[in-house]
Structures are given as C-alpha cells and as structure tokens.
C-alpha cells in the first residue's frame, strides 16, 4: 500500500492558476503509475490525469492543454499544474497510484490520498 499526501489546493479566481503536489511513500512508489482524480459535489469522481514511472502522461479531455502533470522519482512527488481554470474544475482533488499505467476507473486504483479542495470562483 502506498501512502499519498496532498498539498497545493486553494481558491483561485477563474483564470487562474494552482499546482498540487503529492508525495508518495511505502511500498515501492517509486514504481507506481501516479495520477490525480477529482469530484464535485454531487458527482461522481472522474479521473483528471497519470503520468508513468517512465514519464507518459495521459489527461482527460476536460482538461488536455490546461493541465500538465508531472513527477519527481527522486523525491517521489507527482504535481498538477493547473492553468486556466473554470469554474468546473472546482472539486476535492485525489492523489492515486496504481502498478499498472493506463487506467481511468476509480476501482483500478488501490491507494488513495485524502484529498484537497480547488475552489474556482468565477
């Protein structure tokens, strides 16, 4: 099991800009497909975006050309730069990992963070 912390959330004016981070630990993280997830309420949570050990990424198309994910192997830590952000990307975002690259259900991922707010207001 690997244990996934989240910072970086906030309020932000529509527009604007946050990075999230995550820092990764136990099990063999470093080996991990990381990734983030998001839900606002009322809904149900919807995968934002994963990056591979090796550096691939892969994004929804809600957010393909304003997001970049990216990670730090060294000091196993995933960011997510958001850019241009609406008002629906307003949610709680989650830190996940997974052994395999390339999932988007939420039940392919097996560890969670606790998540952290990003308000956009408009």
């Known amino acids: 099991q690997v244990r996934l912390v989240e910072s970086g959330g906030g309020l932000v004016q529509a527009g604007g800009s946050l990075r999230l981070s995550c820092a990764a630990s136990?099990?063999?993280?470093?080996?991990?497909?990381l990734g983030w997830f998001r839900q606002a309420p009322g809904k149900e949570r919807e995968f934002v975006a994963a990056?591979?050990?090796?550096?691939?990424?892969y994004y929804a198309d809600s957010v393909k050309g304003r997001f970049t994910i990216s990670r730090d192997n060294a000091k196993n830590t995933v960011h997510l730069q958001m850019n241009s952000l609406k008002s629906e990307d307003t949610a709680v975002y989650f830190c996940?990992?997974?052994?395999?690259?390339?999932?988007?259900?939420?039940?392919?991922?097996?560890?969670w963070g606790q998540g952290t707010q990003v308000t956009v207001s408009s």
């Open positions: 996940v990992a997974d052994r395999v690259y390339g999932r988007r259900a939420p039940s392919d991922f097996g560890s």
């Open positions: 136990g099990g063999t993280s470093s080996s991990y497909a």
């Open positions: 990056v591979s050990w090796g550096g691939a990424t």
